[in-house]
């Protein structure tokens, strides 16, 4: 893995594209999955023979019936077992039937684990179709930060230093009593960039940064007047450099980060890559002086 970041982060002349990758990832995915097939296959086979020794010394006999009953209850491999066996530590699982209602099973053990429960959504309750609706609304901006919002900056003429360049709504330079009236250099939300092309009027970009490298990711901050709600909108991975980030998958410990942002951070992990992308955004956010 550090021989492959030391390789992407410098500059090398290869043949070779995102799709190659993503080819490679997939094939070693079936890979995995076929040595899990052949040692759950092989776990059967020595349980079916552990099971069979037992019954030959209980039975006091040299030979397995396969029609007796006994044998066939007691001892005989169920489709239970290849379950347990593939079960994870953490699963879902219905508990007595009951519709749009799961429970979550923290442990391997479920006799002696703790049950959470949770109602699913419903569209015949109204507090889970505002939850849709929000989620739909906010899913928009998920998306428009990929490429929509930088070309309709670009088109726009308000991104500074082109597509991966950086727009600012707002200069809050200096505040009185929580406005902008009267405060030179201080610009109101209505002259923001909204996105009113894109359905949404209510809801105006305050600040976007574009860059993207192996610290630095496209994001950008919103303001939605109709959710009553400040949106922090980030690119998932789109760049080979985003994928250098998605491979630093070891774990950073969180309190010094907890300390820095005001929560108990103790015994709480993170991916690394996305934790330092996640400082950088921080540190971006203080710079510009945005929220």
């Given amino acids: 893995m550090i021989v492959l970041m030391d390789f992407f982060n410098f500059d090398a002349k290869f043949d070779i594209v995102l799709s190659d990758i993503w080819l490679a990832f997939k094939i070693l995915g079936r890979v995995h999955r076929e040595r899990k097939y052949k040692l759950s296959q092989q776990a059967k086979m020595d349980k079916q023979s552990k099971n069979e020794e037992q019954l030959v010394q209980e039975l ?5 019936n396969e029609n007796d009953e006994f044998s066939a209850h007691h001892y ?14 953490d699963e879902f699982v219905i508990q007595n039937a009951k519709p749009n209602v799961f429970s979550t099973v923290a442990g391997k053990d479920s006799r002696s684990s703790n049950i959470a429960r949770k109602t699913l959504l419903r569209h015949t309750r109204g507090s889970d179709m505002d939850h849709i609706r929000q989620a739909a609304r906010f899913s928009h901006y ?5 490429d929509a919002y930088p070309d309709a900056l670009l088109a726009s003429g308000k991104l500074i230093g082109g597509r991966f360049g950086v727009y600012h709504g707002i200069h809050p330079t200096q505040r009185t009593g929580g406005t902008h009236e009267n405060v030179p250099g201080a610009v109101s939300l209505f002259s923001c960039f909204r996105l009113s092309d894109f359905g949404l009027p209510e809801t105006a970009i305050i600040y976007a940064a574009f860059a993207n490298d192996i610290l630095s990711t496209p994001y950008c901050v919103l303001v939605d007047d109709h959710a009553q709600s400040v949106v922090v909108s980030i690119r998932g991975t789109a760049s080979l450099e985003d994928m250098v980030t998605d491979l630093q998958w070891s774990s950073l410990m969180m309190d010094r980060v907890g300390e820095v942002c005001g929560f108990d951070g103790s015994d709480k992990y993170a991916h690394r890559g996305m934790l330092t992308k996640c400082k950088w955004i921080y540190n971006d956010l203080l710079r510009q002086n945005i929220l």
Avoid: L, M, Q, W
Wanted: proline share 0%; charged share 35%.
């Fill in 60 to 64: 006091g006999a040299g030979f397995i």
């Fill in 142 to 146: 998920a998306r428009g930060v990929y």
């Fill in 76 to 89: 005989s491999v169920r489709e239970e077992d290849d379950e347990h066996f593939f079960a994870s530590e």
